[in-house]
Protein backbone atom coordinates (compact mmCIF):
# COMPACT_ATOMS: atom_id res chain seq x y z
CA UNK A 1 0.00 0.00 0.00
CA UNK A 2 1.59 3.68 -0.46
CA UNK A 3 0.07 6.75 0.40
CA UNK A 4 -1.96 9.65 -1.62
CA UNK A 5 -3.30 12.96 -1.31
CA UNK A 6 -7.04 13.40 -2.02
CA UNK A 7 -10.17 15.63 -1.98
CA UNK A 8 -12.84 14.30 0.09
CA UNK A 9 -16.09 15.08 2.16
CA UNK A 10 -16.67 13.61 5.82
CA UNK A 11 -20.32 14.14 5.98
CA UNK A 12 -22.96 15.23 3.53
CA UNK A 13 -22.67 18.60 4.70
CA UNK A 14 -18.89 18.73 4.87
CA UNK A 15 -16.85 21.09 2.65
CA UNK A 16 -13.60 19.12 0.87
CA UNK A 17 -11.27 19.23 2.83
CA UNK A 18 -7.38 17.41 1.65
CA UNK A 19 -6.69 14.04 3.12
CA UNK A 20 -4.64 11.08 2.85
CA UNK A 21 -5.99 7.75 1.64
CA UNK A 22 -4.18 4.45 0.86
CA UNK A 23 -3.96 2.99 -2.83
CA UNK A 24 -3.05 -0.35 -3.09
CA UNK A 25 0.47 -1.11 -4.92
CA UNK A 26 -0.06 -2.32 -8.19
CA UNK A 27 -0.36 -5.97 -9.09
CA UNK A 28 0.83 -7.96 -12.48
CA UNK A 29 -1.98 -6.74 -14.03
CA UNK A 30 -2.73 -3.05 -13.07
CA UNK A 31 -1.92 0.29 -14.22
CA UNK A 32 -0.82 3.08 -11.73
CA UNK A 33 -1.48 6.54 -13.08
CA UNK A 34 -0.95 10.20 -11.82
CA UNK A 35 -4.16 11.69 -12.24
CA UNK A 36 -3.77 15.05 -14.50
CA UNK A 37 -7.47 16.33 -14.98
CA UNK A 38 -10.78 14.66 -13.44
CA UNK A 39 -14.12 15.69 -14.50
CA UNK A 40 -16.91 17.08 -12.00
CA UNK A 41 -20.36 14.89 -12.81
CA UNK A 42 -23.71 15.80 -10.99
CA UNK A 43 -23.72 11.80 -9.66
CA UNK A 44 -20.76 12.89 -7.53
CA UNK A 45 -22.72 16.21 -5.92
CA UNK A 46 -25.52 13.41 -5.30
CA UNK A 47 -23.26 10.39 -3.63
CA UNK A 48 -20.69 13.43 -1.88
CA UNK A 49 -24.39 14.36 -0.23
CA UNK A 50 -25.57 11.26 0.24
CA UNK A 51 -28.45 11.59 -1.77
CA UNK A 52 -29.02 8.33 -3.34
CA UNK A 53 -30.44 5.89 -0.63
CA UNK A 54 -29.86 2.67 -3.05
CA UNK A 55 -26.33 3.50 -2.95
CA UNK A 56 -25.75 4.89 0.96
CA UNK A 57 -22.16 6.87 0.85
CA UNK A 58 -19.33 5.83 2.80
CA UNK A 59 -17.27 8.68 4.39
CA UNK A 60 -14.88 9.92 3.90
CA UNK A 61 -15.99 10.17 0.37
CA UNK A 62 -12.95 10.92 -2.71
CA UNK A 63 -15.33 11.18 -5.68
CA UNK A 64 -14.47 11.24 -9.37
CA UNK A 65 -14.93 9.20 -12.88
CA UNK A 66 -13.74 10.86 -14.81
CA UNK A 67 -10.52 10.79 -14.61
CA UNK A 68 -7.18 11.30 -17.60
CA UNK A 69 -3.63 10.82 -16.47
CA UNK A 70 0.07 9.73 -17.42
CA UNK A 71 0.85 6.07 -16.78
CA UNK A 72 4.03 6.16 -14.05
CA UNK A 73 3.84 2.36 -13.29
CA UNK A 74 2.88 -0.99 -14.85
CA UNK A 75 2.19 -4.25 -13.60
CA UNK A 76 4.74 -6.93 -15.40
CA UNK A 77 1.94 -8.85 -17.00
CA UNK A 78 0.54 -5.64 -18.81
CA UNK A 79 0.97 -5.13 -22.41
CA UNK A 80 -0.90 -2.27 -23.45
CA UNK A 81 0.75 0.23 -21.39
CA UNK A 82 3.59 1.77 -20.27
CA UNK A 83 5.09 4.40 -18.33
CA UNK A 84 4.56 8.15 -19.72
CA UNK A 85 1.35 6.74 -22.07
CA UNK A 86 -1.84 8.81 -21.28
CA UNK A 87 -4.53 6.78 -19.96
CA UNK A 88 -7.98 7.40 -18.28
CA UNK A 89 -10.50 5.81 -16.24
CA UNK A 90 -13.92 6.05 -16.74
CA UNK A 91 -17.36 5.09 -13.88
CA UNK A 92 -15.87 1.44 -13.35
CA UNK A 93 -12.60 -0.23 -11.71
CA UNK A 94 -13.40 -3.97 -11.59
CA UNK A 95 -15.86 -6.85 -12.63
CA UNK A 96 -16.00 -10.37 -12.64
CA UNK A 97 -14.82 -10.34 -16.24
CA UNK A 98 -16.49 -14.03 -16.81
CA UNK A 99 -20.65 -13.08 -16.91
CA UNK A 100 -21.92 -13.02 -19.95
CA UNK A 101 -22.24 -9.09 -19.44
CA UNK A 102 -18.76 -8.98 -19.38
CA UNK A 103 -18.14 -10.93 -22.41
CA UNK A 104 -20.11 -9.38 -24.43
CA UNK A 105 -18.57 -5.66 -23.41
CA UNK A 106 -21.29 -4.69 -20.73
CA UNK A 107 -19.13 -4.74 -18.04
CA UNK A 108 -21.08 -1.65 -16.36
CA UNK A 109 -24.42 -4.38 -15.90
CA UNK A 110 -22.30 -7.48 -14.19
CA UNK A 111 -23.60 -8.43 -10.93
CA UNK A 112 -20.24 -7.63 -9.29
CA UNK A 113 -19.32 -4.32 -10.80
CA UNK A 114 -16.84 -1.96 -8.89
CA UNK A 115 -17.16 1.29 -9.23
CA UNK A 116 -14.41 4.04 -9.51
CA UNK A 117 -15.79 5.22 -5.96
CA UNK A 118 -18.17 4.30 -2.76
CA UNK A 119 -17.89 0.44 -4.34
CA UNK A 120 -16.39 -2.04 -1.88
CA UNK A 121 -12.56 -2.57 -2.75
CA UNK A 122 -11.74 -6.39 -2.09
CA UNK A 123 -7.76 -5.14 -2.24
CA UNK A 124 -7.76 -2.97 1.00
CA UNK A 125 -11.32 -4.23 2.34
CA UNK A 126 -12.66 -0.71 2.35
CA UNK A 127 -14.09 1.64 -0.62
CA UNK A 128 -13.03 2.63 -3.67
CA UNK A 129 -11.47 6.15 -3.79
CA UNK A 130 -12.23 8.36 -7.10
CA UNK A 131 -10.31 10.91 -8.79
CA UNK A 132 -9.98 13.78 -6.96
CA UNK A 133 -6.27 12.61 -6.07
CA UNK A 134 -2.74 12.54 -7.21
CA UNK A 135 -3.08 9.17 -8.05
CA UNK A 136 -5.03 5.48 -8.94
CA UNK A 137 -4.30 2.28 -9.51
CA UNK A 138 -6.57 0.08 -12.13
CA UNK A 139 -6.59 -3.49 -13.60
CA UNK A 140 -5.44 -2.83 -16.96
CA UNK A 141 -8.62 -4.06 -18.14
CA UNK A 142 -10.21 -0.79 -17.12
CA UNK A 143 -7.76 1.44 -17.98
CA UNK A 144 -8.18 3.51 -21.47
CA UNK A 145 -5.72 4.96 -24.27
CA UNK A 146 -6.40 8.80 -24.57
CA UNK A 147 -5.72 10.39 -28.20
CA UNK A 148 -2.83 12.54 -27.66
CA UNK A 149 -4.07 15.32 -29.82
CA UNK A 150 -7.04 16.09 -27.64
CA UNK A 151 -6.99 18.74 -24.89
CA UNK A 152 -7.10 16.52 -21.62
CA UNK A 153 -9.35 18.79 -19.47
CA UNK A 154 -12.18 18.45 -22.19
CA UNK A 155 -11.15 15.00 -22.80
CA UNK A 156 -11.81 14.23 -19.14
CA UNK A 157 -15.92 14.44 -19.26
CA UNK A 158 -16.44 12.22 -22.38
CA UNK A 159 -15.32 8.91 -19.64
CA UNK A 160 -18.31 9.44 -18.40
CA UNK A 161 -20.99 12.05 -20.27
CA UNK A 162 -18.78 11.34 -23.29
CA UNK A 163 -20.09 7.70 -23.43
CA UNK A 164 -23.10 8.09 -21.89
CA UNK A 165 -24.47 9.93 -24.93
CA UNK A 166 -22.56 7.62 -27.27
CA UNK A 167 -23.66 4.46 -26.68
CA UNK A 168 -27.24 4.99 -27.09
CA UNK A 169 -26.65 6.83 -30.88
CA UNK A 170 -24.66 3.92 -31.54
CA UNK A 171 -27.21 1.70 -30.32
CA UNK A 172 -29.37 3.05 -32.98
CA UNK A 173 -26.77 3.20 -35.52
CA UNK A 174 -27.46 7.10 -35.82
CA UNK A 175 -25.68 8.42 -38.89
CA UNK A 176 -26.20 9.99 -42.06
CA UNK A 177 -29.98 10.68 -43.33
CA UNK A 178 -31.34 10.61 -39.78
CA UNK A 179 -32.74 13.01 -37.58
CA UNK A 180 -32.00 13.15 -34.40
CA UNK A 181 -33.47 15.31 -31.04
CA UNK A 182 -31.38 16.09 -28.40
CA UNK A 183 -33.42 16.96 -25.22
CA UNK A 184 -31.81 19.71 -22.85
CA UNK A 185 -28.15 21.31 -23.42
CA UNK A 186 -26.05 20.71 -20.46
CA UNK A 187 -23.25 18.37 -19.54
CA UNK A 188 -24.67 15.63 -21.29
CA UNK A 189 -26.53 17.13 -23.72
CA UNK A 190 -23.70 19.01 -25.50
CA UNK A 191 -21.74 16.41 -26.17
CA UNK A 192 -24.85 14.16 -27.42
CA UNK A 193 -25.17 17.38 -30.10
CA UNK A 194 -21.64 16.83 -31.06
CA UNK A 195 -21.55 12.99 -31.69
CA UNK A 196 -24.90 13.60 -33.39
CA UNK A 197 -23.49 15.95 -35.73
CA UNK A 198 -20.02 14.25 -36.24
CA UNK A 199 -22.47 10.75 -36.88
CA UNK A 200 -23.44 12.56 -39.71
CA UNK A 201 -27.24 13.15 -38.46
CA UNK A 202 -29.15 16.18 -38.66
CA UNK A 203 -29.58 17.54 -34.84
CA UNK A 204 -32.39 19.39 -33.51
CA UNK A 205 -31.78 20.62 -29.97
CA UNK A 206 -34.98 21.16 -27.68
CA UNK A 207 -34.57 23.40 -24.84
CA UNK A 208 -36.61 25.44 -22.61
CA UNK A 209 -34.30 28.40 -22.57
CA UNK A 210 -34.45 30.50 -25.50
CA UNK A 211 -31.10 31.78 -24.63
CA UNK A 212 -29.53 28.54 -25.65
CA UNK A 213 -29.67 28.97 -29.40
CA UNK A 214 -27.50 30.38 -30.47
CA UNK A 215 -25.00 28.18 -27.86
CA UNK A 216 -27.05 24.88 -29.67
CA UNK A 217 -26.11 26.53 -33.13
CA UNK A 218 -22.64 26.62 -32.05
CA UNK A 219 -22.36 23.10 -30.73
CA UNK A 220 -23.19 21.71 -34.23
CA UNK A 221 -27.42 21.51 -34.40
CA UNK A 222 -28.75 22.82 -37.39
CA UNK A 223 -32.24 23.48 -35.53
CA UNK A 224 -33.34 24.52 -32.63
CA UNK A 225 -36.78 23.87 -30.85
CA UNK A 226 -38.09 25.78 -27.39
CA UNK A 227 -40.55 22.85 -26.35
CA UNK A 228 -42.65 25.33 -24.58
CA UNK A 229 -43.69 26.89 -27.87
CA UNK A 230 -46.55 24.27 -29.35
CA UNK A 231 -46.48 25.66 -32.68
CA UNK A 232 -42.71 24.75 -33.14
CA UNK A 233 -43.35 21.72 -31.10
CA UNK A 234 -46.46 20.73 -33.72
CA UNK A 235 -43.80 21.49 -36.82
CA UNK A 236 -41.78 18.46 -35.69
CA UNK A 237 -44.36 16.38 -35.79
CA UNK A 238 -43.35 12.73 -37.11
CA UNK A 239 -39.66 13.97 -38.20
CA UNK A 240 -37.35 12.63 -35.99
CA UNK A 241 -35.73 9.19 -35.62
CA UNK A 242 -34.26 9.22 -32.76
CA UNK A 243 -34.72 11.53 -29.52
CA UNK A 244 -32.03 11.78 -26.98
CA UNK A 245 -33.25 12.71 -23.42
CA UNK A 246 -30.54 13.76 -21.26
CA UNK A 247 -32.89 15.88 -18.55
CA UNK A 248 -33.08 14.80 -15.02
CA UNK A 249 -36.05 16.04 -14.24
CA UNK A 250 -39.46 14.81 -14.51
CA UNK A 251 -41.49 16.07 -17.52
CA UNK A 252 -43.69 15.22 -20.07
CA UNK A 253 -42.57 12.63 -22.69
CA UNK A 254 -45.91 12.52 -24.94
CA UNK A 255 -45.08 16.07 -27.02
CA UNK A 256 -41.36 14.27 -28.04
CA UNK A 257 -42.66 10.64 -28.89
CA UNK A 258 -45.16 12.45 -30.86
CA UNK A 259 -41.91 14.06 -32.56
CA UNK A 260 -40.81 10.46 -33.58
CA UNK A 261 -41.41 8.69 -36.82
CA UNK A 262 -43.23 5.02 -37.23
CA UNK A 263 -40.34 2.64 -35.13
CA UNK A 264 -38.52 5.78 -33.37
CA UNK A 265 -36.75 5.70 -30.77
CA UNK A 266 -36.79 7.83 -27.42
CA UNK A 267 -33.94 7.16 -24.79
CA UNK A 268 -33.33 8.62 -21.81
CA UNK A 269 -30.33 9.30 -20.22
CA UNK A 270 -31.16 11.72 -17.63
CA UNK A 271 -32.17 10.14 -14.13
CA UNK A 272 -34.95 11.33 -12.18
CA UNK A 273 -35.81 10.08 -8.65
CA UNK A 274 -39.44 9.67 -9.49
CA UNK A 275 -41.28 8.28 -12.40
CA UNK A 276 -42.23 9.21 -15.37
CA UNK A 277 -45.83 8.92 -16.88
CA UNK A 278 -46.21 7.37 -19.67
CA UNK A 279 -49.05 6.36 -21.80
CA UNK A 280 -48.95 3.52 -23.95
CA UNK A 281 -51.20 4.92 -26.61
CA UNK A 282 -48.08 7.73 -27.00
CA UNK A 283 -46.06 4.55 -28.31
CA UNK A 284 -48.73 1.88 -29.57
CA UNK A 285 -49.40 4.45 -32.03
CA UNK A 286 -46.16 4.34 -34.64
CA UNK A 287 -44.70 1.49 -33.01
CA UNK A 288 -42.27 3.43 -31.14
CA UNK A 289 -39.50 2.76 -28.30
CA UNK A 290 -39.14 4.33 -24.57
CA UNK A 291 -35.70 2.73 -23.41
CA UNK A 292 -32.91 4.01 -21.34
CA UNK A 293 -29.17 3.27 -21.21
CA UNK A 294 -26.20 3.50 -18.85
CA UNK A 295 -22.77 5.17 -19.28
CA UNK A 296 -21.72 1.36 -21.40
CA UNK A 297 -18.70 -1.12 -21.42
CA UNK A 298 -14.99 -0.92 -21.91
CA UNK A 299 -14.82 -1.25 -25.29
CA UNK A 300 -17.53 1.16 -26.59
CA UNK A 301 -15.80 3.99 -24.62
CA UNK A 302 -12.58 3.13 -25.96
CA UNK A 303 -14.03 3.13 -29.78
CA UNK A 304 -15.56 6.92 -28.43
CA UNK A 305 -12.56 7.91 -27.44
CA UNK A 306 -11.33 7.02 -30.58
CA UNK A 307 -13.71 8.58 -32.25
CA UNK A 308 -13.10 11.59 -31.07
CA UNK A 309 -9.29 11.90 -31.52
CA UNK A 310 -10.48 11.62 -35.10
CA UNK A 311 -12.99 14.09 -35.21
CA UNK A 312 -10.96 16.27 -32.51
CA UNK A 313 -14.19 16.12 -30.06
CA UNK A 314 -14.11 17.23 -26.58
CA UNK A 315 -15.79 18.21 -24.04
CA UNK A 316 -16.44 22.22 -23.28
CA UNK A 317 -14.83 22.66 -20.27
CA UNK A 318 -14.57 25.33 -16.98
CA UNK A 319 -11.16 24.23 -15.60
CA UNK A 320 -10.99 24.79 -11.86
CA UNK A 321 -8.35 24.52 -8.72
CA UNK A 322 -9.50 21.55 -6.17
CA UNK A 323 -9.64 24.77 -3.75
CA UNK A 324 -12.93 25.60 -5.79
CA UNK A 325 -14.40 22.29 -5.57
CA UNK A 326 -17.19 23.58 -2.93
CA UNK A 327 -18.17 26.61 -5.34
CA UNK A 328 -18.33 24.04 -8.63
CA UNK A 329 -20.91 22.08 -6.24
CA UNK A 330 -22.93 24.98 -5.73
CA UNK A 331 -22.83 26.57 -9.44
CA UNK A 332 -23.44 22.75 -10.15
CA UNK A 333 -26.64 22.84 -8.52
CA UNK A 334 -27.74 26.39 -10.73
CA UNK A 335 -26.59 24.85 -13.79
CA UNK A 336 -24.22 27.86 -13.57
CA UNK A 337 -21.35 26.12 -16.11
CA UNK A 338 -20.82 25.65 -20.04
CA UNK A 339 -20.94 22.35 -20.32
CA UNK A 340 -18.44 20.52 -17.48
CA UNK A 341 -16.32 21.35 -14.89
CA UNK A 342 -12.96 19.61 -15.49
CA UNK A 343 -10.55 20.11 -12.10
CA UNK A 344 -6.70 20.45 -12.47
CA UNK A 345 -5.31 18.03 -10.20
CA UNK A 346 -1.75 19.92 -10.10
CA UNK A 347 -3.55 22.20 -7.55
CA UNK A 348 -4.10 19.54 -4.80
CA UNK A 349 -0.25 20.03 -4.18
CA UNK A 350 -0.72 23.08 -3.35
CA UNK A 351 -4.04 22.23 -1.40
Request: with cysteine.
Amino acid sequence: MYEAKACAVASPTSPFRSVTIERRDPTPHDVQIEILYCGICHSDLHQARNEWSAMPTVYPCVPGHEIVGRVTRVGSAVKDFEAGDLAGVGCLVDSDGTCPECQTHHEQFCPKAVYTYNSPDRHTGKVTYGGYSDSIVVDQRFALRIPANLDLAGVAPLLCAGITTWAPLRRQNVGKGQKVGIVGLGGLGHMGVKFARALGARVAVFTTTPGKAEDALRLGAHEVVISRDAGQMAKQAGSLDMILDTVSAVHDLHPYLACLKRDGNLTLVGAPDQPHGVSAFGLIFGNKSLSGSLIGGIQPTQEMLDFCGEHGITSDVEVIPVQRLDEAYERLLRSDVKYRFSIDMSSLRSA
